[in-house]
């Protein structure tokens, strides 16, 4: 059975930090480009981060929306078979539920999301 399951959302003060995890079992982890996009309240779903599957770090490729460019970083650990995402100097606006996303061809799997709320 396919899951992909988010885990680190939480309130967090404007400013603060938080890493988000995303853990994939039952499909072949590696060769999968994964990311991370966001949806808030009334608002359609966008792209956070991707990053793409080679195995040496050095050899993967990462893009990241506007909006988080120089803030937020994604990771991956494909013998952990898990991505992060690292995000730093929060915004009120990041407020939103973070969902991981698996893509391989035609092939494209989800997780359940996780609540950010940057608030004071």
């Known amino acids: 059975q396919v899951q992909l399951v988010e885990s680190g959302g939480g309130l967090v003060q404007p400013g603060g930090s938080l890493r988000l995890s995303c853990a994939a079992s039952?499909?072949?982890?590696?060769?999968?480009?994964m990311s991370w996009y966001r949806q808030a309240p009334g608002k359609e779903r966008e792209l956070v981060a991707t990053i793409t599957s080679a195995d040496r770090s050095a050899d993967r490729s990462t893009h990241y929306g506007d909006s988080v460019k120089g803030r937020f970083t994604i990771s991956r650990d494909n013998a952990r078979n898990t991505i992060y995402l690292q995000m730093n100097s929060l915004k009120p606006e990041d407020t939103a539920v973070y969902y991981c996303?698996?893509?391989?061809?035609?092939?494209?799997?989800w997780g359940q999301g996780t609540q950010v709320t940057v608030s004071s």
């Open positions: 039952g499909f072949t982890f590696r060769p999968h480009v």
């Open positions: 996303k698996a893509h391989y061809y035609a092939y494209e799997y």
